[in-house]
């Protein structure tokens, strides 16, 4: 958290925030890869039915 009680030394320039507001808006993910929402609801689809598919049968004993 910021001290409340000391003055800043450095007064930020408009140019300067502007430029961090910028880069905070449009950061880019780590591995520079982008996923669109059809992208993502398609494999959320493709794993919901792995896992709702029925179990591989097993062979019976005897």
């Not at 000391?6 to 808006?25: N, S």
Request: hydrophobic content about 40%; charged content about 25%.
């Amino acid at each position: 958290m910021l001290p409340l009680n000391e003055p800043l030394t450095d007064q930020a320039t408009r140019e300067a925030l502007a430029q961090d507001v910028d880069a905070a808006l449009n950061a880019t993910e780590a591995d520079g890869t982008f996923r669109d929402t059809s992208e993502c609801a398609g494999l959320l689809l493709l794993a919901g039915a792995v896992l709702l598919s029925p179990p591989a049968p097993r062979p019976k004993k005897g």
